[in-house]
């Protein structure tokens, strides 16, 4: 069956940095646009970061533009989350996931990893 596994969470202070990783197996990494997506107590679960099949394209909620970098190993089966400058804000639970198309819908992803919490401190 189909695992997303992410880990590299953890707790950290303001301004550190932090790398996500998430390995899948029984599917065809290559095959899936993948993403990343956060979601914090109390709120709903948000979009993050997505990049295409080849890694050709990303795209990237506002408030991580500039400080979080997605990219992937196709080799590998594993997508990665480089997340720099961090913030208290940036406390969640970050998923990942793979699906058909770019999107930041969480309804158009098909596959969830189970998450791994971020704690960034101030």
């Known amino acids: 069956q189909v695992q997303l596994v992410e880990s590299g969470g953890g707790l950290v202070q303001a301004g550190d940095s932090l790398r996500l990783s998430c390995t899948a197996s029984?599917?065809?990494?290559?095959?899936?646009?993948m993403g990343w997506f956060r979601q914090a107590p109390g709120k709903e679960r948000e979009f993050v970061a997505a990049?295409?099949?080849?890694?050709?394209?990303?795209y990237y909620e506002d408030s991580v533009k500039g400080r979080f970098t997605i990219s992937r190993d196709n080799a590998k089966n594993t997508l990665y989350l480089q997340m720099n400058s961090l913030k208290p804000e940036d406390t969640a639970v970050y998923y990942c996931?793979?699906?058909?198309?770019?999107?930041?819908?969480?309804?158009?992803?098909?596959?969830w990893g189970q998450g791994t919490q971020v704690t960034v401190s101030s």
């Open positions: 029984g599917l065809t990494f290559s095959s899936y646009t």
């Open positions: 990049i295409s099949r080849n890694a050709g394209r990303t």
């Open positions: 996931a793979a699906g058909d198309t770019m999107s930041v819908l969480t309804r158009r992803y098909d596959y």
